[in-house]
């Protein structure tokens, strides 16, 4: 059971747009940055989102990330079938003194 | 670039041991935190431990306290994880990551390496 919850997967055809929710607690995503993780097939995880809604200068601006209280959201606009992967959201927690990430999302582009 | 290379992953027997091994390269090492994360066969990321950039400070999931060890050699440019009382359950690829900050907590990971491959069976 992970501390932050993800739903199991998201799926929309090419073009539309997406958003995967993750639900975490005042110990974690209220009180600290959240961060977003692209896994494609047979990878290594790669940086998506951080500190809560900034982009690293490599991902399109069709990803961004949000936070409001206890929860977080990716949203991906204009999807594509290369965006196939699963997604992650990660935090710290401050009452574990712990990294802690979501169950993960699989997004399927139909 | 930043470039993290584990290496150190093999079969070991349930309660053995095993030392897990990270060069990092491309950018100032003594002044992140590190981090090791792991993903077992089908599963998520699980989150293992980390490290402060001085080695000063050190946390662990609470699956692997008492077990794994973080430690890290600046002069090296160096991340370890030593395991012992190897559990099934600790089978795994553990990722070696770079922290965005020097201490974990007040960021999180921005870099991750390759991953090195744990099976833990008889």
């Known amino acids: 059971q992970s501390v932050l919850t993800q739903p199991p997967s998201v799926s929309a055809a090419p073009r539309q747009n997406v958003t995967i929710s993750c639900s975490g607690s005042?110990?974690?995503?209220?009180?600290?940055?959240v961060f977003w993780y692209q896994q494609l097939p047979g990878t290594a995880p790669k940086l998506l989102i951080y500190?809560?809604?900034k982009r690293p200068s490599e991902i399109p601006d069709r990803f961004s990330g949000s936070k409001s209280g206890t929860s977080a959201t990716l949203a991906i606009s204009g999807l594509q079938t290369g965006d196939e992967a699963d997604y992650y959201c990660?935090?710290?927690?401050?009452?574990?003194?712990?990294?802690?990430f979501g169950g993960g999302t699989k997004l399927t582009v139909l | 670039q930043v470039e993290l290379v584990e290496s150190g992953g093999r079969v070991v027997q349930p309660g053995g041991s095993l030392r897990l091994s990270c060069t990092a390269s491309?950018?100032?090492?003594?002044?992140?935190?590190m981090h090791w994360v792991r993903q077992a066969p089908g599963k998520g990321l699980e989150w293992v431990a980390a490290?402060?950039?001085?080695?000063?400070?050190?946390y662990y999931g609470d699956p692997v306290k008492g077990r794994l060890t973080i430690s890290r050699d600046n002069s090296r440019n160096s991340l370890f994880l030593q395991m012992s009382s190897l559990r099934p359950e600790d089978a795994a690829v553990y990722y070696c990551?770079?922290?965005?900050?020097?201490?974990?907590?007040?960021?999180?990971?921005?870099?991750w390496g390759l991953g090195t491959r744990v099976t833990v069976s008889a």
């Open positions: 990551a770079k922290d965005f900050t020097a201490f974990p907590g007040r960021g999180l990971i921005d870099y």
């Open positions: 491309g950018f100032t090492f003594n002044t992140h935190g």
């Open positions: 490290i402060s950039f001085d080695g000063g400070d050190e």
């Open positions: 005042s110990s974690n995503i209220e009180n600290n940055y």
């Open positions: 500190d809560n809604n």
């Open positions: 990660a935090t710290w927690d401050s009452s574990l003194s712990a990294g802690v």
